[in-house]
């Protein structure tokens, strides 16, 4: 499949899926930088997401969070020591049915990789997993929590499964917008 270069708000994306991810953080009212000069080995991250930590963002152009899992070796050995994010084709509905972890039913932006603090105040890197959208009831803003692991804003940094409140969004409509605002036409 071949990539089409899309303009965004003054933005020359590689791609109308790149594109579309940039509109969607608008949309969210996330802040972001596009291909970041950032030194990393033989690897171009395709966004910062300037959370109160940066987040990488890597878009992809997979349907499922299996396929997306195959990308997340390329930034793990490009020297980036920080969380990631790896986005597809679209949003997808939680598979997560565990009660201890996420939010059942909610929005799976992509796959999360992150570090927290364990009970032993031990922090380490967990494991690549359901990235959720969910309104953080500590700065009010929409951010992404990691489906069974450490529940975090990442926005505001804030910690603690009491902090998740029900979106003021819906991720399905801001993400069908930001398709119509980058939509290619002839």
Known sequence: MNARETTYHGHLFRSRLEARWAAFFDLMGWAWLYEPAVELYNYIPDFILQFYKPLLVEVKPEFTLDD???HADKI????????????GAGLNPSSNKVAYGGLEG????????????????????GEVGEGQIFRCDNCGK???LHAVSSWHCRVCGFHGANNIG?????????????????????
Request: glycine share 6%; net charge negative; no cysteine.
């Open 142 to 144: 929409s951010s992404i």
């Open 76 to 87: 793990r050995l490009s020297g980036w020591d920080k969380e990631f994010l790896i986005v």
């Open 106 to 125: 909610e929005i799976v932006i992509g796959l999360l990789h992150e570090r927290f603090v364990d009970f032993r105040g031990v922090e380490s890197w």
């Open 68 to 70: 997306l899992a195959k």
């Open 166 to 186: 029900l979106l003021w969004v819906d991720p399905i409509e801001l993400w069908g917008e930001a398709h119509r605002l980058t939509r290619w036409t002839p």
